[in-house]
């Protein structure tokens, strides 16, 4: 997000940090309310709330426009902050239930080993799925824009009305047409892990209860 922010809706990386920043203070706000429940609520309770918060927030933002203001790009992500608060602290509990206390450094590593190399990967698939769903769009839109339609006309006189030549005029339209095909690529990726969250937590349940005496809670810390 912070990327189509800076490359296509014109924001610079103050701005878009601002947009993102929300998230970390509502995880710091409640990381430690989250921290008090995981030794009394079933930890997969919590992972799904993670979830739901996590689904919520994708979808939210898959609903926006070039045009949004601030604020509609920051409700989505204050839902994140939520979903971020609660995560890590059920995952790490659910992760090491069971496992003995000399070998909890062990899981611990493995499971930061596994994290961090699927995170290194999704962000390589996400950004290649991103800029083919933005090549996708564009051959789309261009199938319905042709010398007779009479939106591209009406478009394009009124760039010759501002002043521009025909060339200025047809080159700003593809840009036009570039920036609605990224805010497009980037709708879809969010559906598509809105939906994808939402069926994650039936793997949730798939897990046994953690068995929190004090433990988990204090290795997540």
């Not at 890590?88 to 080993?113: E, Q």
């Not at 969250?197 to 953690?210: E, H, K, M, N, P």
Request: with cysteine; glycine share 8%.
């Amino acid at each position: 997000m912070p990327l189509w922010l800076q490359t296509q809706i014109g924001y610079t990386a103050t701005w878009a940090g601002l947009v993102a920043a929300p998230t970390g203070v509502i995880a710091v706000l409640l990381t430690p309310f989250t921290a008090r429940m995981i030794a009394r609520v079933d930890a997969r309770i919590i992972a799904t709330v993670a979830f739901i918060a996590f689904g919520i927030s994708y979808l939210l933002r898959a609903r926006l426009t070039a045009d949004a203001s601030f604020f509609d790009f920051v409700v989505p992500l204050l839902v994140q902050g939520i979903s971020m608060a609660t995560y890590f602290l059920a995952m790490v509990t659910i992760l090491l239930d069971g496992v003995p206390p000399p070998r909890i450094p062990l899981a611990s590593g493995l499971s930061n080993f596994a994290r961090i190399t699927a995170g290194g990967f999704a962000a390589s698939i996400v950004t290649t799925i991103w800029d083919r769903r933005e090549a996708l769009h564009p051959a789309r839109m261009a199938d319905l824009t042709t010398q007779f339609s009479p939106a591209l006309n009406n478009a394009l006189a009124g760039l010759h009305h501002l002043g521009l030549p025909d060339l200025g005029a047809k080159a700003a339209l593809v840009r036009t047409m570039t920036s609605q095909a990224y805010l497009l690529s980037t709708d879809d990726i969010f559906w598509i892990s809105g939906w994808t969250s939402f069926v994650l937590i039936g793997t949730v349940w798939l897990c046994r209860r953690a068995q929190s005496g004090g433990g988990p809670p204090s290795a997540a810390d």
